[in-house]
């Protein structure tokens, strides 16, 4: 199956009811708690998990729709004040109180490096990332909480994000261009 992202709830609403082809919707963007019944009702994977409150709130919108809500933790490995995400240090204790929800789903880490326009300068942060998931993948969770999915690396950098351990990258401004 292809896997479509967007960005903005906004722009994907009309994009969604739209497309005619089985396709996996991901939600790339920054979500705040008010928004989260129409994605978890639009989306099928989240990949910005930035809180407790956030995937509670996904959790409770999720169980009104009968499902499971599959959703990435965004973590700032940069440690830039203009990105959002946790610190690596909150990723355990997090982790330790969503899987306790029902109804989400934790499928792995995601997070959005310093920009650089040579691709091999985000190496370490991708590194940092993966370093991260292998050191808390092997603890005991509960089942809701399965650490496969590595979302890291764009258009300019996604073939060192694979190198380092990516099996979702975005890469919109390579097939569409920029935004406009």
């Known amino acids: 199956m292809s896997i479509l992202g967007e960005n903005y709830l906004q ?12 396709v996996s919707w991901h939600f ?3 979500l705040q708690s008010k928004k989260a019944k129409p994605v978890v009702r639009l989306f099928d994977l989240v990949h910005s998990v930035d809180s407790f409150n956030l ?8 169980a009104i729709l009968d499902k499971t809500a599959d959703v990435l933790i965004q973590v700032n490995v940069s ?13 355990e204790p997090l982790l330790d109180r969503i ?8 499928r792995g880490l995601m ?3 310093p920009y650089f326009d040579q691709p091999e300068r985000v190496r370490p942060f991708f590194a940092r990332l993966r370093e991260r998931m292998a050191r808390v993948k092997n603890r005991r ?6 650490l496969e999915e590595l979302s890291m690396g764009m ?10 351990g990516a099996t979702l990258v975005r890469v919109g401004t390579a097939i569409f261009g920029s935004r406009q």
Do not use: C, Y
């Open 11 to 22: 722009e994907a609403q009309g994009k969604i009811d739209q497309f005619e082809l089985p």
């Open 28 to 30: 790339i963007g920054h």
């Open 55 to 62: 995937a509670h709130e996904i959790s409770k919108r999720a």
């Open 79 to 91: 440690g830039e004040a203009s990105k959002f995400g946790i610190v690596p240090e909150q990723l």
């Open 99 to 106: 899987q306790t929800l029902e109804n989400v789903r934790v």
């Open 111 to 113: 997070t959005m490096p």
């Open 141 to 146: 969770w509960s089942p809701n909480i399965r």
């Open 155 to 164: 258009s300019g950098d996604f073939e060192t994000a694979i190198e380092e």
